[in-house]
């Protein structure tokens, strides 16, 4: 099978592997669609520290079943599914209260485990979802992204309250939809590429370019302010702009890993209250939801999404690191052909 295999930073070539078998608990799926993630093209670059070459990546997918392993019964070949790529170990004292995003032996497809940048991809069953056949796979491909996307807004936001979000790529505009479809009233997103404040506008977003956002936020929110501020970015000026513009006893919740380390004001933090929150991909239920508003048709990708051909994405990524690329989301598509 093909292969799109990551070998070191700005290195990625098409190879040649072998169909994986399963295990008594796996299914082997035949990749129809598989979203370029930028905590991948952090990988690209030579930035993720948990992504050690060669590694065949891709985590935002979803197939067809073409085998099933011995124990798997719950599922049949052909029904096309949504993957998951979050595997909890199910007994660590995390994953026993709920918090298996959390897991202290979590792993993750196309991370600890070759991923879905190839026509063929095995995972654990229990990670599956059924998806009617007709589904758009370019569409399914987007739920693992949203269940980020509704579990941070979970952590922060309360019905019918403003809320501001720094970054207007794939998570800032899908935190977006997913706000708006979770009761957010008014909701003001910051990016510097007028392109992407464009997309933002058309999904029904107020917009800023960094520079102006303290005044946009007087001018949208008034005395009301803004209690929540999702960071879909997670640099120093981001984090820092949003300690200034969020509400005395505010909650930030950050969800961007641009940057690891940021000098940030605390004892503003500390005088007014400031929650800062982490979140970290997602529940079962965050995921769950998430495929239901993607059945549903309550979130899109049209307008700020594209798809490349598995070889076309070597030059996708370069596109995207070096600033070139058109759309703020890239999807590989593995059966129907670039469009």
């Known amino acids: 099978m093909k292969s799109l295999v990551y070998l070191g930073a700005r290195q990625l070539a098409v190879e040649e592997r072998d169909v994986p078998e399963p295990k008594p608990d796996e299914a082997i799926l035949r990749v129809e669609a598989v979203g370029i993630c930028g905590s991948e093209l952090e990988g690209y670059l030579g930035h993720s520290s ?75 069953a229990a990670n599956l979802y059924s998806v009617p056949a007709a589904m758009d796979s370019n569409l399914a491909s987007l739920a693992e992204p949203l269940a980020v996307c509704i579990h941070a807004v979970k952590l922060g936001l309360k019905p019918y309250e403003n809320l501001m979000i720094y970054g207007a790529g794939p998570i800032g505009l899908l935190t977006l939809q997913a706000a708006l479809t979770m009761g957010a009233d008014r909701v003001l997103v910051i990016d510097r590429q007028p392109d992407r404040l464009a997309f933002a506008k058309q999904l029904g977003a107020d917009t800023s370019t960094p520079e102006h956002s303290e005044e946009a936020c007087v001018r949208l929110f008034g005395a009301r302010g803004v209690d929540t501020i999702i960071d879909c970015v997670g640099v120093q000026s981001t984090r820092e702009d949003a300690i200034r513009n969020v509400n005395p006893g505010g909650t930030i919740v950050a969800v961007g890993l641009g940057q690891d380390q940021s000098l940030l004001s605390m004892n503003h933090v500390v005088r007014q209250e400031i929650a800062i929150v982490g979140s970290y991909t997602y529940s079962d239920e965050d995921f769950e939801q998430a495929v239901r508003l993607l059945s549903q048709g309550k979130v899109t990708g049209e307008g700020w999404s594209s798809t490349c051909g598995l070889e076309e994405a070597i030059g996708v990524f370069a596109d995207l690191a070096d600033g070139k690329a058109k759309f703020s989301k890239y999807i590989i598509n593995l059966s129907e052909g670039a469009r």
């Open 50 to 124: 948990i992504r050690k070459p060669p590694l065949v990546m891709g985590h935002e997918f979803c197939g067809s079943i073409v085998r099933l392993g011995s124990h798997v019964n719950q599922f049949t070949i052909g029904s096309k599914v949504i993957v998951n790529p979050l595997v909890s170990c199910g007994t660590c004292d995390r994953c026993r209260i709920g918090k298996g995003n959390i897991c202290r032996n979590r792993q993750i497809v196309g991370i600890h485990r070759p991923g879905a940048f190839a026509e063929f991809v095995a995972v654990p």
